[in-house]
């Protein structure tokens, strides 16, 4: 048993996020905001598994600071809920693989709907890159278990991605904070952010 325990998964999680920084294609990231920004449909957020999760977050955060952000399911979106995607859409898949077979089904249904796809991922030579017209590739070096296999570093690494877009969108919409309130009245949040308002 290492002696030190679960501070040195945390330095595992912390050190591929730094190193996923470190390659970061810059240019492709700032054509991302501006795309996601200048969008003038819907912006849908997908992902299998824990990526999912990692999909449904991101759909939360870009929705409070007022971007017209939806989470759709890969599975049960070709068996009918595909109607809700239209042409100057956008779709943000999110694959470390980028090639799960329920995933590479529905980007292969969603390319005639005519949006723009844009994969996340970390795997330069994935599958959903065939339907994709832009991609950033996150390059997640190892997962932090023992085993290399369970996502923990992947999913950090892409969460905190799409938070950190969430925050340029956010600053260069120079979103406000009584904005930010009608987005978010509820919780601890918009209590206390209520209260400095008023």
Known sequence: MSKLGPYAYYRTHIDVIQESLQSLDLSKVDEFV??????KGKIFFTGIGKNGHVAAKATSTFSSIGLP???INPVDSVHGDMGVINKGDILVAISKSGNTEELIHFLKHVEHKDCKIVSIH???NNKSLEYSSMDIDLKVRMEADHLNIVPTCSIAVF????????????QRKELTLEQFV??????????????EIL
Not at 34 to 39: K, Q, S
Not at 182 to 195: A, Y
């Open 159 to 170: 969460t905190v991605f799409l938070q950190s877009v969430a925050c340029e969108i956010s």
């Open 69 to 71: 952000c939806f989470f």
């Open 182 to 195: 009608k987005n978010h009245p509820g919780g601890s949040i918009g209590k206390v952010l209520d209260e």
């Open 34 to 39: 501006d795309l996601l920004l200048n969008c």
């Open 122 to 124: 970390s795997n330069r």
